[in-house]
């Protein structure tokens, strides 16, 4: 069985507590039409340089009943920035129009095979997956980028129309896995897409 979750699986359920001061599961979005999971944190490049086009896409989505959640899977243990009173602090801030979850046990991370941050999963009404991968092709300057597979993915899905392309590899820091090495992955995690043979 691949490490990420492959395309055409069911969501993975999760209760995690928020910075909002509740707590949510799966069932708290079942309103949507579409709903994006997404693992994130506070402090990785990658995250806050596409954050503002995130929120765009958020907002420009919410309208066709499409929801986000973003998880910080992160150990604190690593970056205390990722701890979980940052994450209210920065939301506060932000005020990002998304829900922002705490995986502290890190159980969603590896329920959804998450890779990096950001990392993206779209589910479709039925709560199938759709598209996963990264949100763009380069996040960390998104002026600089070609390519926005997540807009390109939710255009699609909520106009009824298959993703054209459901898998790209997410681009950003990885995971950091409680006590584990900063830079250690699983060793099952790989690529989601292999490069091409020049």
Not at 108 to 117: N, P, Q, S, Y
Not at 161 to 169: Q, R
Not at 183 to 191: R, S, T, Y
């Amino acid at each position: 069985m691949a490490f990420t979750l492959e395309i055409g699986r069911t969501c993975p359920d999760f209760k995690l507590p928020a910075t909002d001061g509740k707590a949510y599961s799966l069932a708290d979005f079942q309103d949507a039409n579409a709903l994006v999971v997404f693992f994130t944190c506070n402090h990785c490049p990658y995250v806050t340089g596409s954050d503002e086009h995130t929120r765009r896409t958020a907002e420009r989505f919410a309208a066709k009943g499409v929801r986000f959640a973003g998880i910080n899977a992160n150990s604190q243990r690593t970056y205390a920035e990722d701890g979980f009173s940052h994450m209210v602090a920065r939301m506060k801030e932000k005020k990002f129009p998304w829900v922002y979850l705490r995986d502290e046990a890190q159980d969603a991370a590896r329920a959804f095979g998450a890779l990096r941050t950001p990392h993206f999963y779209v589910f479709d009404r039925a709560r199938k997956l759709v598209y996963t991968g990264r949100g763009m092709d380069n996040p960390m300057r998104p002026v600089e980028s070609t390519t926005f597979d997540l807009d390109r993915a939710l255009d699609e899905v909520t106009s009824g129309k298959p993703v054209s392309v459901p898998l790209s590899n997410p681009v950003g820091c990885n995971v950091k896995w409680d006590g584990k090495a900063e830079h250690w992955m699983p060793p099952d995690a790989c690529d989601l897409v292999l490069p091409k043979k020049k």
